[in-house]
């Protein structure tokens, strides 16, 4: 069975096509958010520790709004599911859950060193 | 409506980016914010005719800021961009008068299609909320007559004469100032009839009420002058002239000569931008007599209405086949606080009687019926002329200051 790609290559493309065909400005996007998910990460982490739900599912939220945006297939869809896990009171596996974003999140950067 | 100014609410710093850069790519100015209470902030420090706002965000939520932003200027235009795809979230959204409603993640270029669409429906309401505002206006006006003839009717029997008449008089020429004049020579004529006794066949009529009732037949027979001018203006072809810029540079010094007149009423200067060597070979059509009227009244009225030591400013140009005369000066505060001229006021300015201010300036030595903008504006139409009025914002001394810009333009040959 073959890997889903890290990313949506039609989304990369549009943001390409913004830029005339360059990386440039998908390398400004996914810089930026590899940044705002690693604080992502530590929010998740501290509201899951502090059972602040309300906070943590706004995060998840906004998580995942950011990953589709990036055409973050795998990053979306994990975001995604653990958000109605949350909003349906379902109880979460705190270390796998977080460490399957962590591990996708890797990638991700991957994904980006590869660019430059 | 490239230019349109865009009020961004997006807390994720990655899509903040990518709508920072596919609106400004497409020319549109972007102003962006993290949060829906820094957002609510800059709404309050500049109207923004469009606004695209996240409905999950820290310290204060989408939701909440489309109702205070419909609070402030419910013309707004408020598209939603969310990942929310559950319909009840849309449906709660959209109640609240969202024009538009963006699904995460969005296709960019039915994103662009969208704003564009926004933005043209943004301007169509602004022009709706001018004429709106403008119909009160009048409405007011009027009310406004009407209002002062029941309360001076109705005041007649005041004991203190002295006192009666003095403000009789001053809410007169207001009055005829703000276009009533003519009702309040007919009020007037009514006042006399009650004020009067009959003492065998003969009126005894309060030298006073007489003297007032001469005093605004002159008003109204100067009034009168400037509207048969007006008529005649429009109803006849006006003597046209083929002269050259040059002429007309000269034409504006000449005014700004006798105007000089009046320049130390306000402490103030006239600032007139240098004439070119291409003036001499550009030739326009023009009636002297007229266009010095016109000149002369947007000259004087920037001195009326300026700040005292400020500057009035005049440039002459010539741009894309026509001549450019535009005169800009530094506004008075008014007694709301405003600066500048108010939107719904940059077109009704031009219509009879309609002014601004209800002080006369008589130092200034003119009429101020309200009337002198609608001959400028009859007299430029006869020119294939076109007229208006701005506010602008100048940044040449350091800290922006709003300005007024009176300009207009007629053909070159």
Redesign the interface.
């Known amino acids: 069975m073959t890997e889903r790609p890290v990313i949506d290559e039609k989304k990369a493309d549009e943001y390409r096509a913004l830029r005339k065909g360059s990386n440039e400005l998908l390398i400004l996007l996914l810089s930026k958010y590899v940044n705002s998910a690693d604080e992502y990460m530590i929010q998740l982490k501290k509201f899951y520790k502090e059972n602040q739900a309300e906070n943590l599912l706004k995060t998840i939220h906004t998580f995942k709004g950011s990953s589709l945006t990036m055409g973050l297939v795998q990053m979306s869809d994990l975001c995604l599911s653990l958000e109605n896990k949350l909003k349906n009171k379902e109880d979460i596996d705190e270390v796998l859950e977080f460490e399957t974003l962590s591990q996708h999140l890797i990638k991700v950067k991957n994904y980006l060193s590869n660019l430059k | 409506m490239a230019d349109t100014e865009i009020l961004v609410a997006e807390?994720?710093?990655?899509?903040r980016?990518?709508l920072t850069?596919?609106l400004t790519?497409a020319g549109y100015k972007v102003t962006s914010c993290e949060n829906g209470l820094e957002a609510l902030q800059k709404f309050k420090e500049k109207l923004f005719p469009v606004a695209i706002i996240?409905i999950?965000m820290?310290m204060m939520s989408g939701g909440e800021l489309i109702e205070n932003i419909f609070l402030i200027a419910e013309e707004t235009i408020v598209i939603v961009a969310?990942?929310h795809s559950d319909l009840s979230t849309v449906i709660d959204v959209m109640k609240k008068g969202v024009y538009d409603y963006i699904v995460?993640?969005?296709?960019?270029q039915e994103f662009i299609i969208k704003i564009k669409r926004a933005c043209e429906a943004a301007g169509l309401r602004k022009l709706k909320t001018i004429r709106d505002k403008e119909k009160v206006l009048r409405l007011e006006n009027l009310i406004s007559w009407y209002k002062y003839k029941e309360k001076s009717i109705g005041s007649i029997d005041t004991k203190d004469k002295s006192k009666f008449h003095k403000s009789l008089f001053d809410s007169l020429k207001t009055n005829f100032s703000q276009g009533a004049g003519f009702g309040t020579l007919v009020t007037l004529a009514e006042m006399i009839s009650y004020a009067t006794k009959n003492d065998s066949n003969q009126y005894l009529i309060d030298a006073e009420i007489i003297d007032l009732f001469l005093t605004n037949i002159k008003v109204t027979e100067k009034a009168l002058g400037i509207f048969a001018e007006i008529d005649w203006i429009i109803s006849n072809p006006l003597k046209m002239e083929r002269k050259s810029l040059l002429d007309f540079y000269d034409l504006v010094c000449e005014v700004e000569l006798e105007a000089q007149k009046y320049i130390t009423i306000k402490n103030q200067r006239i600032v007139q931008s240098d004439s070119k060597p291409s003036f001499k070979n550009l030739y326009l059509e023009y009636n002297s007599d007229y266009m010095k009227k016109v000149v002369k009244e947007l000259m004087m009225n920037a001195m009326k209405f300026s700040e005292s030591n400020s500057s009035i400013v005049c440039i002459l140009e010539s741009k894309d086949g026509r001549m450019y005369f535009s005169v800009i000066n530094k506004p008075l505060t008014d007694v709301k606080g405003n600066v500048g001229i108010l939107e719904e006021y940059q077109n009704i300015i031009f219509e009879p009687f309609f002014r601004l201010w209800n002080y006369m300036f008589d130092e200034f030595e003119t009429l101020d019926y309200g009337l002198g903008l609608t001959l400028a504006e009859k007299i430029l139409l006869k020119h294939e002329g076109r007229v208006n009025v701005t506010n602008l914002l100048d940044h040449s001394d350091g800290q922006p200051e709003t300005k007024v810009e009176f300009a207009f333009s007629i053909p070159t040959q």
């Not at chain 2, 807390?11 to 899509?15: A, H, M, N, R, V």
């Not at chain 2, 995460?104 to 960019?108: A, C, D, S, T, W």
């Open positions: 807390d994720d710093p990655t899509i980016m990518l850069e596919v790519s996240d999950e820290p969310s990942a995460k993640p969005m296709n960019i």
